[in-house]
Nanobody
Framework: QVQLVESGGGLVQAGDSLRLSCAAS????????MGWFRQAPGKERDFVAV????????IVADSVKGRFTISRDNTKATVYLQMNSLKPEDTAVYYC??????????????????WGQGTQVTVSS
């Protein structure tokens, strides 16, 4: 089992920045990847970014590319999502997820094996 705990959400104004953290514990594997997804009210859960624990390969969704950055600290077993130039359309619950067998393309929700509880990000205009 893998436990994931997100933190760092909140209410900000358009143009502000936030950094989300996802602390992982329990059983971990070097071939795992860690992803961030988001879900706005009434919408599907969408892929945001993913990073492999080993090697650090990343993919970021086109909708946030240039504004969001995913990174990890292996010593702390923590993954981060740095969000800059936030827009009202970034408002959503952000979820951290673990993918046991990542094949190097943007994962879908069904590819994810473990989920965090989510953290709310609200961007006011």
């Amino acid at each position: 089992q893998v436990q994931l705990v997100e933190s760092g959400g909140g209410l900000v104004q358009a143009g502000d920045s936030l950094r989300l953290s996802c602390a992982a514990s329990g059983r971990t594997f070097s071939n795992y990847a860690m992803g961030w997804f988001r879900q706005a009210p009434g919408k599907e859960r969408d892929f945001v970014a993913v990073i492999r624990w080993s090697g650090g390969r990343t993919i970021v969704a086109d909708s946030v590319k240039g504004r969001f950055t995913i990174s990890r600290d292996n010593t702390k077993a923590t993954v981060y999502l740095q969000m800059n130039s936030l827009k009202p359309e970034d408002t959503a619950v952000y979820y951290c997820a673990a993918v046991r067998q990542w094949i190097g393309i943007p994962p879908t929700s069904s590819d994810c094996d473990y989920w965090g509880q989510g953290t709310q990000v609200t961007v006011s205009s």
